[in-house]
């Protein structure tokens, strides 16, 4: 029994710290960067179907299969959403901020189709299944197995943040911040802040894209379902929850935020009747949406959160003012 | 090819036209895009639904169509009322929101996130309320009339275009002959310069809100009728409505219709050419062109 | 010295709470001075003259227009109180007509009483009479400040303030703006004026007030500051003039 729960804790860590890989890719873009992304499900998606294409078996009703490690699949997620990211940024980054949040919620949408549409390479609605999974020969041992995917998860969680964390205090991260508080600053100093502000998106849809993988092969199947537009919304409330611009409250959030959903989920299957679980499903996703906003509001740092792009933002915004 | 692409394009485009006219309206003076516009057209649509029910309810023979259209007099006494509740919603959410933020003087950013919170919420809530199944202003069926050159078109659709047409002249003439036109012209400007000049800036920011969800809830009330009403049916239109707004450049009423319309027909020749499947696809593809060529777009000023 | 008209105690005020600008301003326009407001650069004149107009947040003090306490009005009702404000830049709406930008300006007035009152401004600065339908973004910089001048002046105000309307223009049109300024205030109208043209400025105000570090450093007659050398060294920058001179 014990034993059960240990792993179940596990598969649950396993899968909060999958979201908190995302987060941290958010974390870049937002936190340090303050760029805004609306369609962080597509930038997922992608690297989650360029692994399983990479990393499955061929299979004769659809493109690829080819069968490489898997280890080439997550290699080739990151770098396939980095490419994604550092188009959609090159294109709408020198504009202004909102255009680059269309552009990003036009990928969101344009993904889907494509992930719906082009089934011999996707698969279509059914998507994608028997995707190897790390550790498959442990499978026969439940405990073992949850316990070495929940290594592999943290292993790549914490490689991920101590990445970063180096990153925001080497010079690019530096020439980053600078941009952030001063643009006309930075400018002056010859540091051209649209090259870093790309670099820092593509950067951050990058590590989307190794979620993406890394979840997809947790879990063994993608279908188009699994991407949509709530995924977004699930990953800035981790996000705004645990505090932007801070790598350890993007990880805490995505646990806490992910705890919560998956508490509420059970609550509501197992006292909702059946009938009425869409429903109440629903009214979820209405407190997920009221709670982003009243964080908005009420504790813009999160609750984690020890410094705030907000107030940054809103100095750049007041720079040009005189006197 | 069938020309009756020509007439399913126009009418598509009148829906997407109004809508980003409320798009290009709010993003221009109050200066964020914002995403829960879509739900504004989702509400009004699902408000007319709630009020000519109970309409209905009053008086059978408000139900009874109105030849030649599918509809009884219910409808369109209820969208009247439709307009004003989701004028009054636009107003409850920027009180309780993004008037907070405004007064703080935070970042754009924050406003569009926000406006993502709420779009979310507003969506779910209506989810809740009337579950995701398709509902339906009339179970009536309408025959196409031939209009000539290979067109049809049924009476509906017809009066549709009609009421686009009148609402997009009365905006217009609205913003160039009227002393509120004149002040919202103003805001969108210079607000700061606006406000030293005697005008009242929370007043236009409310006229503008009401403004754009009286259209939403016009274009969602047609959306409605055309196919069918769902809780989606204004997230489905967002991109759309983005990329008329831009197309048609930022600030600009005309500009913002005739954007909705060549998107409209877009979509429909994509839908005849490639298939419907990729129909959502067109104004994305348009989207990035707008933004790759001409980023103020069609009538935008150049910044 | 006839009553008060507009009067400032205490004020504080700046874009951000905890970062004044202005630091307790205890100030005083009689009706009918025409008070130069100078100073250096980052003096806080121009954050002054914007909080009075109701453009940067107050955060203590208090203000008065014709003895109402006017601190926490919003800027269009002041408007409407009497007190008309010309900011340095982008004073016109640009995309808008002339006849537009004056007709914003009327739109506090009755109806009827409004073409009157266009034609009124139509007859005192003709240049702007010629073509009603240009755009304002489309004249020239001295047009511009005219119009800019013209709209505040619509509602016939006791008091207007400018902010450097002579800068960035040639100094033909500086002279034809600060002929317009006497001729105003010869009208009947208190005019506030903040300036770096220093000497142009003296040569018509009635009183002058120096501003250094957000307070109030010096306040005399101009003859008096136009001759003290230090006062002149210090904070006026005469020593500077000629680099100071717009182009």
């Not at chain 2, 047609?222 to 831009?246: E, K, N, T, V």
Request: hydrophobic residues 55%; positive net charge.
């Amino acid at each position: 029994m014990t034993l059960d729960i240990l792993a179940y804790a596990a598969f649950f860590l396993s899968m909060a710290l999958t979201y908190a890989i995302i987060c941290l890719g958010l974390n870049v873009q937002w936190g340090m960067t303050g760029l805004f992304n609306v369609g962080i499900a597509a930038f997922v998606a992608v690297g989650a179907y360029t692994s399983a294409l990479l990393t499955t078996p061929p299979s004769p009703d659809r493109f690829g299969g080819f069968d490489l490690p898997i280890f080439v699949g997550w290699l080739g997620a990151a770098i396939t959403s980095g490419l994604l990211s550092w188009a959609v940024g090159a294109l709408t980054i020198r504009l202004r901020s909102d255009y680059l949040a269309i552009a990003t919620f036009g990928i969101a949408v344009t993904v889907q189709l494509c992930m719906l549409n082009l089934q011999p390479i996707t698969g279509g609605a059914f998507g994608i299944g028997f995707i190897p999974r790390p550790f498959a020969g442990l499978q026969e041992n439940a405990l073992l197995f949850s316990l070495a995917n929940f290594g592999v998860m943290a292993l790549v969680v914490l490689a991920l943040y101590l990445g970063l964390e180096h990153l925001a205090k080497s010079p690019w991260g530096r020439v980053l911040r600078a941009i952030r508080e001063d643009e006309m600053a930075a400018q002056a100093l010859g540091k051209r802040p649209i090259r870093f502000r790309l670099q820092a998106f593509s950067l951050g849809g990058a590590i989307m894209g190794l979620a993406g993988a890394a979840q997809a092969h947790f879990i063994g199947f993608i279908a188009p379902d699994n991407y949509m537009p709530i995924l977004t919304f699930q990953v800035w409330a981790m996000l705004i929850v645990g505090g932007s611009g801070n790598n350890r409250g993007a990880i805490a959030g995505a646990v806490l935020v992910w705890g919560l959903w998956a508490l509420s989920a059970a609550a509501v299957s197992s006292f909702v009747p059946a009938e009425q679980q869409a429903r109440a499903a629903s009214l979820q996703i209405v407190a997920i949406g009221v709670g982003l906003c009243l964080m908005l509001l009420w504790r813009p740092r999160g609750l984690f959160g020890e410094v705030s792009p907000l107030t940054r933002l809103k100095s750049l915004r007041r720079a040009p003012s005189k006197e | 090819m069938n020309p009756q692409f020509i007439m399913d394009g126009l009418i598509a485009g009148a829906i997407i036209g109004l809508g980003a006219v409320g798009v290009t309206l709010t993003y221009s003076i109050l200066r964020f895009s914002n995403f829960a516009h879509g739900e504004l057209l989702s509400w009004g649509a699902y408000l007319a639904l709630a009020v000519a029910g109970a309409l209905g309810t009053l008086s059978a023979g408000l139900t009874k169509p109105i030849a030649p259209f599918s509809f009884g007099w219910a409808l369109p006494l209820a969208a009247v009322i439709a307009i004003g509740l989701t004028g009054l919603l636009a107003l409850a959410v920027d009180a309780l929101l993004f008037s907070s933020f405004r007064r703080r003087g935070s970042a754009i950013i924050i406003m569009v996130m926000a406006s993502f919170g709420a779009s979310l919420a507003l969506r779910s809530l209506l989810e809740f309320l009337f579950t995701s199944r398709p509902a339906y202003f009339t179970k009536a069926l309408q025959i196409a009339m031939k209009l000539g050159g290979g067109l049809r078109a049924t009476p509906d659709q017809l009066l549709m275009l009609g009421v686009t047409l009148v609402s997009v002249v009365t905006v217009h003439l609205l913003m160039t002959r009227t002393d509120i036109g004149r002040a919202m012209r103003a805001v969108s400007e210079n607000p700061a310069l606006a406000s030293i000049a005697g005008i009242d800036v929370r007043r236009v920011i409310r006229t503008t809100w009401f403004l754009g969800a009286a259209l939403a809830c016009v274009a969602g009330i047609m959306s409605g009728l055309l196919i069918q009403i769902r809780p989606y049916i204004g997230h489905d239109l967002l991109l759309p409505l983005f990329a008329a707004a831009i197309l048609g450049g930022i600030g600009s009423v005309p500009g913002a219709m005739l954007a909705g319309l060549i998107i409209g027909l877009c979509e429909a020749l994509a839908v005849q050419a490639v298939g419907a499947e990729w129909r959502a696809a067109v104004s994305f593809v348009i989207l990035i062109a707008v933004l790759l060529v001409r980023p103020r777009g069609l009538f935008g000023k150049a910044s | 010295m006839t009553g008060s008209i507009l009067s400032t105690s205490g004020l504080v005020a700046g874009y951000e709470p905890d970062l004044p600008i202005v630091h307790g301003i205890d100030f005083s326009v009689a009706s009918g001075e025409l008070v130069v407001l100078l100073g250096p650069n980052g003096a806080g004149k121009s954050t002054f003259v914007k909080a009075i107009a109701g453009l940067v947040p107050i955060h203590a003090g208090t203000m008065l227009l014709n003895g109402r306490d006017i601190t926490h009005v919003a800027p269009h009702r002041k408007v409407a109180e009497g007190l008309a404000f010309v900011p340095q830049t982008e004073n016109v709406f640009a995309t808008m007509t002339i006849l537009e930008n004056l007709q914003i300006a009327v739109a506090h007035l009755a109806k009827a009483k409004r073409a009157a009152a266009i034609e009124a401004l139509f007859a005192r600065f003709p240049d702007l009479a010629a073509r009603p339908s240009r755009l304002a973004g489309a004249l020239s910089g001295g047009q511009r400040q005219m119009l800019a001048v013209a709209r505040a002046l619509a509602l016939d105000p006791p008091v207007i303030i400018l902010d450097e309307p002579s800068a960035g223009l040639s100094p033909k049109i500086v002279s034809e703006v600060f002929e317009m300024l006497k001729a105003i205030n010869a009208s009947g109208v208190t005019v506030l004026l903040v300036e770096q043209n220093v000497k142009a400025a003296l040569a018509i105000a009635s009183r002058a007030v120096i501003l250094a570090e957000g307070r109030i450093a010096h306040e005399g007659l101009p003859q008096d500051l136009a001759s003290d050398p230090l006062v002149g060294k210090i904070y006026l920058g005469t020593a500077h003039d000629h680099q100071k001179a717009p182009a």
